[in-house]
């Protein structure tokens, strides 16, 4: 696959390179560590998957990270799962969030943009006398280590504010966005019992108010663990009677007191997306955290005080506390609480030109649209700041590469990463001193012993295979909620592969060393023995204008056949007929494979997402297998319920 696109898409130059963190980290851990000096970040990534303990150490001293009781050594028990990080140690993560405030209290820490995208700034100074009043209110509301903190709260400061708070005590947080409704909330928060929630009365999205209270009423009611609700009024409300007004719980002037924690001491609980069934509580910890988004957002994203940092998402999804961690570098964080099409398709570019981001992140999605769309980011915006464009939440087909380049800048670096809620991190995507070729991301991550295997645990290159992980990485979750043996957990991940992480993706490791990845390999089609990842048909078929988003489905048969269904969402104004669907099937044979060639395309409605966004496949494929509805998909997962009942018919129908 690597001999497709021979000629990079964009090369950093020598200055690039030069000034970039990464490369300052290597010269800096070959002189203290053992890191080899030369080879760049292949040598670089190489030393830090079979010295691990050297390279994790090394990231910890590079960022000071503040120990307040010191580590016996990096890395106790290596076995997945149950790997032992930095035993002994003590510290806090929202302690390293707040540094910034001691050296830049009046500068900004985030800025908080919606609809009227007017970014609106918090110092430094004023998040950390924020985090210090909350964090002594929790206290006194009897909030301990290990409790659970919930949000029921859009992108705003004062989730941030609540997040931190929480850490700060040794609580631990988690969070759904608004827009989700009471039974995805309680599938998820009833299974941590919070002792304290903290809601909005409504949101504004779209151009339109959202009222929350009954939801929130509800979730009041439907767990019996809550000892305090803070009522936060962004419609203006007044405070439900028995509730706590924000204003009140932070209103103070107390410094933070920082609870120190052991390394493995949980921070957040993030979750699955639950589409066939109750969704996973994975529990992250302080430390693992703090470590791997260092890592992350310090030397691949290559972040410092200097920067920006715009990533659209939602409190329902991984990237916002990915975000959040922009602190963690004195990184000024963007948060940006509206639709991401509103007033129009352009929306998140003008915020990137209106903030000064430098970093501005988004998803695959967001760009093809774009594309379709017609707009044109650097003739109607002032991206002059923008060194990269990032994306994630689905791969960024080819076309979308070649768009940012020609649309953004040819000097423009693209981020494609992939990762997981899993790890609350990426596996493979930006490096700042690597060329960036067309549809690849750049690399794996470091730390990440990355490879692709083929189904007898053999890696490969140049060939699909599974991703998986074959070293621990801090981050990983330190257990599930409610799993006392840890059979879910292994079961997640480790069934496959024994001691070693199987992710779920079809991914090919080209022998340059980047990464493509196919899809998800539980709705892989597997047309006469030749796999191909759901990704790679998307790209195609939505290159045609007529084509709005697609489905593509492999349907294993009772009588041992194998059904390939295509349903795709028509743009406005267009029509199946047999043009288009000769379009259709030519594109798929002439582009990537004539086995591939679906044996039926379906106009549909629409296409359901998870409430994050991603497209349901693997329900789907339950539907049309047969699979009752309330069997195949949790109901409170799904963004559009109506949209399932059309394939459930369709399914019958075909019976």
């Avoid at 080899?36 to 970040?41: H, I, K, R, S, V």
């Avoid at 140049?462 to 998986?468: A, K, N, Q, Y």
């Avoid at 030519?586 to 994050?612: F, K, M, W």
């Amino acid at each position: 696959m690597s001999t497709l696109n021979p000629r990079p898409l964009w090369q950093p130059d020598a200055e690039r390179i030069a000034r970039a963190k990464v490369t300052k980290f290597q010269v800096w851990a070959a002189d203290r560590h053992g890191a080899p000096a030369d080879g760049g970040y292949p040598a670089l990534h190489a030393w830090s998957i079979a010295e691990p303990e050297a390279f994790w150490a090394a990231v910890a001293e590079w960022f000071d990270v503040r120990f307040s009781t010191p580590y016996t050594r990096v890395l106790g028990d290596r076995s997945m799962p149950g790997a032992q990080w930095f035993p002994g140690a003590t510290l806090n993560y929202a302690e390293h969030a707040l540094r910034a405030a001691a050296t830049r209290a009046d500068e900004p820490a985030l800025l908080h943009v919606d609809e009227t995208h007017e970014p609106r700034p918090v110092t430094w100074a004023e998040l950390r006398r924020q985090v210090g009043s909350l964090a002594a209110s929790l206290r006194r509301l009897g909030v301990r280590p290990g409790d659970r903190v919930s949000g029921y709260l859009p992108n705003v400061p004062q989730a941030v504010a609540a997040l931190l708070a929480t850490a700060a005590v040794g609580a631990v947080w988690t969070s759904c966005a608004p827009d989700f409704g009471a039974r995805s909330v309680l599938d998820r928060f009833q299974q941590i019992e919070p002792v304290v929630l903290f809601a909005v009365d409504g949101y504004r999205y779209g151009g339109k108010e959202h009222d929350r209270r009954e939801t929130v009423a509800e979730l009041r009611r439907e767990l019996p663990t809550l000892r305090a609700v803070v009522h936060i009024p962004l419609l203006g409300t007044e405070t439900p009677e028995g509730a706590l007004d924000w204003a009140l719980v932070t209103d103070g002037d107390e410094e933070p007191v920082f609870e120190q924690v052991p390394f493995e001491h949980p921070l957040w609980v993030l979750y699955s997306s639950g589409t066939t069934g109750l969704p996973k509580a994975i529990v992250q910890s302080q430390g693992g955290i703090l470590v791997e988004h260092l890592k992350q957002l310090g030397l691949h994203c290559d972040l410092g005080p200097e920067d920006v940092l715009f990533w659209f998402t939602s409190t329902g999804w991984m990237m916002w506390n990915f975000l959040v961690s922009g602190l963690l570098t004195g990184t000024t964080v963007v948060l940006y609480d509206g639709s991401p099409g509103h007033p129009d398709t352009g929306a998140q570019w003008r915020v990137a030109e209106r903030t000064g981001a430098t970093l501005f992140g988004t998803s695959a999605a967001y760009v093809m649209a774009c594309r379709k769309a017609g707009v044109h980011p650097a003739r109607d915006y002032d991206l002059a700041r923008v060194q990269c464009v990032a994306t994630t939440g689905s791969p960024l087909p080819p076309d979308g590469f070649r768009w940012l380049h020609d649309e953004v800048g040819a000097d423009t670096w693209i981020a494609s990463v992939s990762g997981g809620t899993d790890v609350c991190s990426c596996f493979a995507g930006a490096v700042p001193t690597l060329p960036v070729h067309t549809g690849e991301l750049q690399a794996p991550g470091l730390g990440t012993d990355l490879q692709a295997w083929d189904p007898q645990g053999r890696p490969v290159t140049d060939e699909v295979g599974e991703l998986v992980v074959t070293n621990p990485m801090p981050s990983m979750p330190v257990y599930f909620w409610n799993d006392p043996d840890g059979s879910r957990y292994h079961d997640s991940y480790f069934d496959t592969y024994p001691g070693v992480w199987r992710h779920g993706d079809w991914i090919t490791v080209t022998a340059r060393g980047s990464v493509i990845i196919h899809g998800r390999s539980d709705s892989t089609l597997n047309r006469q023995g030749v796999r191909m990842g759901s990704a790679d048909i998307y790209e195609v078929v939505e290159r045609l204008p007529e084509i709005k988003e697609s489905l593509v489905i492999g349907v294993e048969q009772a009588d041992g056949g194998y059904w390939m269904p295509l349903f795709v969402h028509l743009t406005p104004g267009s029509v199946l007929d047999d043009a288009l669907l000769d379009r259709i099937k030519r594109a798929i044979r002439e582009q990537l494979s004539p086995r591939h060639v679906p044996d039926e395309v379906v106009e549909v409605p629409g296409i359901p997402h998870t409430l994050t966004g991603k497209r349901i496949e693997v329900p789907v494929k339950r539907l049309l297998q047969g699979t009752p509805l309330e069997k195949a998909v949790n109901p409170g997962s799904v963004d559009d319920l109506d949209l399932l009942h059309f394939y459930e018919d369709l399914a019958r129908t075909r019976a």
